[in-house]
């Protein structure tokens, strides 16, 4: 859990994030979030190469975000509250198949998100 006064991050998800054994995998707690969306962006999918990140999630193929032709396209997830650890934490799981790069979502709420290489 986060200590009184420990720096929080806002983390969007769309994918795997939102699984309960994901996070208690990565994080060692169940996260809350609020619903939102994520626009200029579609579903892709990438297969997973790392066999940890394939055994938490039990999918080999995971999703992602790619730049959308459409600039009002959105994609509908989660915002959790994480500490920066936590977010270091889910970088790891992510693996190099993402980037973590900062979006406005919908709401107005500044996130993290993770996106296709080069689509940040």
């Known amino acids: 859990m986060s ?4 720096r929080t991050e806002r983390l969007f998800s769309y994918g795997t994030l939102q699984q309960e ?3 208690l995998a990565n994080f060692g707690r169940k996260l809350t979030g609020v619903p939102d969306a994520v626009k200029g962006y579609r579903l892709s999918s990438v297969a997973i190469a790392d066999p940890d990140v394939v ?3 039990s999918l080999a193929v995971h999703p992602i975000l790619v730049p959308s032709d459409d600039p009002a ?3 509908e ?3 959790f509250t994480v500490t920066s650890a936590e977010l270091f934490a889910a970088d790891r799981y992510e693996t190099d198949a993402y980037t973590r790069v900062s979006v406005c979502l919908r709401s107005g709420t500044e996130a993290w998100v993770y ?3 080069g689509a940040g």
């Not at 200590?3 to 420990?6: D, E, F, Q, R, V």
């Open 55 to 57: 055994s938490t999630s």
């Open 21 to 23: 054994a994901v996070q």
């Open 73 to 75: 396209e959105e994609i």
């Open 3 to 6: 200590s009184a006064g420990a």
């Open 77 to 79: 997830g989660v915002v």
């Open 115 to 117: 996106v296709s290489p």
